[in-house]
Each structure stands twice: as C-alpha cells, then as structure tokens.
C-alpha cells in the first residue's frame, strides 16, 4: 500500500541510550519531515528534508540527527534519549514542494524513555 | 513559535449540528490546510486553501480564508460521531515552502 511507514509503532529507551526511527515512503516523494506531537503542544517540526542528500533543522531539533540518501528514506536518530524526549513522533512527506500538497503522515512512534 | 492557533481548543456538539473551528495565524501564508487526527492515529489531510482563495468545499467541509485578518474557518456541516477527532491547521509560509506548522489543534466530540 502506498503511503508513510513507520517503525516501530512502539519504543520504551532507558536515558542515553541511542535509537534510530525508521521512515521510508513509496510515493516518490520530495520532501520528508519528523514531527513531535506532546499534549497540549500540537506538532513541533525536528527535521526536514527536501530531496536526497539535502536536510535542514526545524523548531525543535537538539538531541536528533537526520540523513536522506534516498528520496524513500528519512530515518531519525535519537543520540542520547534523555525523558523530555518523551513523545509520539510522526513522519511525514509531501510531493512538489512550493506547489501546496498536503502532506501524508505516517501513523506514529510512540517513545518513552525512562 | 507554533502558528496556526486553533480555537476553540473543544468543542462538542450533537450528532446532525454544525461544528465550526476557527485558525488565526500570524505572518503571510503560502497556504493554509486543515487535517484530522483520530484519537492514536496519524494526521489525514483534508482540505487545502491558498492564499488567493477565499473559499473551499470538500464534501461536508467548507473551509474559509481571510488574509486581512489572518484567519481561517473550517465547518463541518450535518456532523456525525464518526467526525469526532482533533483537527488542525496548519500554515505553509510564503518565505520558506518547505515548512508546515501547525497548531495545538481543536479536538471535537460528536455525541450520538
């Protein structure tokens, strides 16, 4: 099925412990992005990407690396999981920036770490 | 800065009324869209406006743009149980088109 996937949907760290999210999406998507969602906080953006090989950093970015060396993949790499990044994380991707897609989500990663 | 302010932040309404939301947003927009997010689930898009348009329908959905006043309104006509979510809007600025940002969303409760 076409679309954002995810893994894992699930994710309990112990603090400083590091861990990579997986995104990968099959609609030739341009641009791939990872949010955070907290209660009462909306989405916060982390990282973007706009192609392969081209990443930026977003709000909330300190504590998380990103690559893009394919268009399919966007993985989001958690160096030293400390609790405040405690979160549900979503990818998301878009095709033709500037030309107002909408953007597709992934279904989420939920992250705890104790 | 999160843009993109929801308001009310909830809303509940019986089965068959009409729900309206409201955006307000802060600097010039390239566009401005709306998603849904079921309770666990990941966000749906739903509609999209630009900001030379002031007005879109999507089935029971009409959503409206006023750039002087830097808002927006989503209406969900004849609503049903099903429609009970968070939705969100979220604003694409015209000095970068790569960044979507939303805001803390409104979450409605269809009662049956």
């Known amino acids: 099925n076409a679309g954002v996937t995810q893994t894992p949907k699930f994710q309990v760290l112990k603090t400083g412990q590091s861990m990579t999210l997986q995104c990968a999406q099959d609609?030739?998507?341009?641009?791939m992005s990872w949010y955070r969602q907290d209660p009462g906080m909306g989405l916060r953006l982390i990282h973007y990407s706009v192609g392969a090989g081209i990443t930026d950093q977003g709000e909330v970015p300190n504590g998380y690396n990103v690559s893009r060396s394919t268009t399919e993949d966007f993985p989001l790499r958690l160096l030293s999981a400390a609790p405040s990044q405690t979160s549900v994380y979503f990818c998301?991707?878009?095709?033709?920036?500037?030309?107002?897609?909408?953007?597709?989500f992934g279904s989420g990663t939920r992250l705890t770490v104790v | 800065s999160q843009q993109g302010e929801e308001d009310p932040q909830a809303l509940s309404i019986q089965e068959g009324e009409n729900a309206t939301m409201n955006c307000s947003y802060k600097t010039s927009i390239n566009n401005l869209q709306w998603y849904r997010q079921n309770s666990g689930r990941g966000l749906v898009h739903l509609i999209l406006?630009?900001?030379?348009?002031r007005e879109k329908h999507s089935g029971r959905l009409r959503v409206t743009l006023d750039t002087s006043k830097k808002s927006s309104s989503l209406l969900i006509t004849a609503s049903r149980a099903a429609d009970t979510a968070s939705y969100f809007c979220a604003k694409r600025s015209g000095g970068s088109n790569y960044k979507l940002t939303f805001g803390k969303g409104t979450l409605l409760t269809v009662n049956p």
């Open positions: 406006i630009r900001s030379n348009e």
């Open positions: 609609m030739n998507h341009e641009y």
């Open positions: 998301a991707s878009s095709y033709r920036i500037g030309q107002g897609d909408g953007y597709t």
